[in-house]
């Protein structure tokens, strides 16, 4: 034991005894026995404690700081990024979440573009950089191909549009689609208007989202959806894990 240590040992060994030799003497401790009582309902104090058990489980689902994004060295890759996007769009993925994620950026699409369905009927399909007229010069990122729509999605994160790069995808998405309602989308980190759609087409034909609007537009919708899974202890070990990595894909998204 070193010196500084024996000497706050031997302070409070003094101290001590000197603070209980200054305790006030007439406390009145009558007045703790005339305080009301307090009557407590146990059934409202076992229903509260019920319902913060769900808050508790999503805290700790939230608190797990494993990101398998991280590791798989995601980054701003727009490739990568684009073929998960992919992933959590298809109504067939192994996210576990079927429609809900298709059918919030459709509701997304809705809010100026109603013609476009709230849902597919038949059947859908989802591609990643596909060319929709066989030109090999127009690769579309991401294209939804649904019996009753069709969606392309153009992603940027840091790239540059190509020359007339929007204008022809409207052009080859308004040939796909035939008599389907269609639309290209433009995924940016700040939801800006094209450069490149020039005055063929309309502003409505393009709409305009951020990465951020589209995390924060999923979140609640696929939370919820995962809570009443959880809930109802339908949610399996490799459901919470495809969840938690979708939960990570939205809050890196949200940063771009």
């Known amino acids: 034991m070193d010196n500084l240590t024996e000497h706050r040992d031997s302070s409070l060994a003094n101290w001590i005894p000197e603070f209980f030799k200054q305790w006030p003497k007439n406390i ?4 703790e026995k005339n305080r009301p009582k307090i009557d407590i309902n146990t059934a409202e104090l076992a229903q509260f404690f019920n319902r913060l058990s769900e808050p508790l ?27 998960i996007l ?9 996210h576990a979440f079927g429609r809900l994620p298709l059918q919030t950026l459709l509701q997304m699409i809705r809010c100026n573009r109603n013609d476009i ?8 399909r989802v591609q990643v950089e596909t060319n929709p007229t066989g030109d090999s010069t ?5 294209e939804i191909d649904a019996d009753n729509f069709l969606l392309f999605i ?17 052009r080859d998405a308004e040939q796909r689609s035939m008599s389907r309602p269609w639309a290209v989308v433009f995924l940016t980190p700040q939801g800006k208007e094209p450069q490149t759609l ?3 087409f309309k502003p409505e034909n393009v709409p305009c989202l951020s990465w951020r609007q589209l995390a924060t537009n999923l979140e609640d919708p696929l939370q919820s959806h995962y809570n009443k899974l959880d809930s109802a202890e339908k949610s399996s070990p490799s459901r919470q894990i495809a969840a938690h990595a979708v939960f990570c894909f939205l809050n890196r998204i949200r940063t771009f």
């Open 28 to 31: 009145d401790w009558a007045r």
């Open 57 to 83: 489980r999503l805290v700790q689902h939230r608190a797990l700081s494993f990101d398998p994004w991280e590791v798989a060295g995601l980054e701003r890759k727009e490739i990568r990024n684009t073929a």
């Open 86 to 94: 992919a992933w959590l769009l298809d109504p067939e993925g192994t």
């Open 117 to 124: 369905p709230e849902d597919y009927h038949r059947y859908c």
């Open 138 to 142: 127009n690769r579309v990122d991401i």
């Open 154 to 170: 153009e992603v940027k994160i840091d790239a540059n549009e190509q020359p007339e790069q929007i204008a022809r995808y409207c």
């Open 198 to 200: 020039g005055s063929e």
